[in-house]
């Protein structure tokens, strides 16, 4: 495993654990593949309030560490704030409270606006203060695009720690990686296997450069992003998959092998698109709770 040093002086490990997947009605699913994955020797999990699981992934961190499988400061656990609770700092610092009672933890390792909507200015300001007060011990966003990103950079006295966004070989948003490198902000992508679109899995250039390194074509995709300083997420709920997507760490591209991935790039999403208003109010209109 490789690590990026991330603007608090943390360390955070380059691959992780995304829980995103799991039915919130099968929460013990959720928790007996989040207690497998860090049996796997996952140490970062992704999970968010929005998955309605954050208390299936608590339970997952708990056996684990009781089992002595792991320590907790040997593992790095990432939430986020869902956009019902940014519309105020008051309502931000309750959810904020919730999430930790939720996971059952005394702190967060990297806690994250999961999208630049309602008022995230406001709900940053009580991420601040949960930041100061050690309760969060890294805050970042995820989903802000350059523009917004900038805008919220300047105007913020904690600069984020992290943006989440998709990041995959047809979506290599190099100019976003770019302003993210400026602010100090550590790219981590979500979805980093495209959700299997394209034909990753089986792609025939990422298959040919795989076959050189004894790796698939999702190994290679996997291992370009880290190569580019990118942390990733892979979701799976297959033991073997989890290794799989796990062994990354054993080759090194060369840069032409790099370019080749990258040529494959769309130059947009196919998963969402941010900038449609019907998806706007899509995501505005989500309830987590009453």
Request: proline content about 4%; charged content about 25%; hydrophobic content about 45%.
């Amino acid at each position: 495993m490789e690590y990026v040093i991330l603007n608090t002086g943390a360390k955070m490990p380059l691959e992780g654990f995304g829980a995103m997947m799991f039915d919130p009605n099968e929460a013990g699913k959720a928790e007996e593949v989040v207690y497998t994955a860090i049996k796997t020797g996952y140490r970062l999990i992704d999970t968010a309030a929005s998955y309605m699981n954050e208390d299936a992934v608590g339970r997952a961190i708990k056996r684990a560490i009781d089992e002595g499988i792991v320590k907790r400061e040997e593992l790095f656990v990432v939430s986020k704030l869902w956009v019902q609770d940014m519309t105020s700092k008051e309502a931000a610092a309750k959810a904020i409270q919730t999430s930790l009672d939720n996971l059952g933890l005394d702190y967060i390792d990297l806690y994250l606006e999961h999208q630049a909507m309602g008022d995230y200015f406001a709900a940053w300001r009580a991420m601040e203060d949960a930041y100061k007060a050690g309760k969060l011990k890294a805050i970042g966003v995820a989903n802000f695009f350059p523009n917004i990103l900038c805008n919220f950079c300047e105007h913020v006295e904690v600069i984020p720690a992290v943006n989440q966004v998709e990041l995959h070989p047809f979506f290599v948003q190099a100019d976003a990686l770019a302003n993210m490198k400026n602010y100090g902000v550590q790219p981590m992508a979500w979805s980093p296997l495209a959700e299997g679109k394209h034909g990753i899995f089986t792609d025939p250039e990422m298959t040919e450069i795989g076959k050189k390194y004894g790796k698939t074509a999702a190994q290679v995709a996997l291992r370009w992003n880290t190569q580019r300083g990118v942390v990733i997420i892979p979701k799976s709920s297959n033991p073997d998959r989890m290794a799989q997507n796990l062994d990354i760490w054993d080759f090194t591209m060369t840069d032409e092998e790099m370019e080749k991935i990258s040529a494959k790039d769309l130059g947009h999403s196919e998963i969402i698109n941010h900038f449609d208003p019907e998806v706007v109010k899509m995501i505005l209109g989500m309830k987590i709770h009453q």
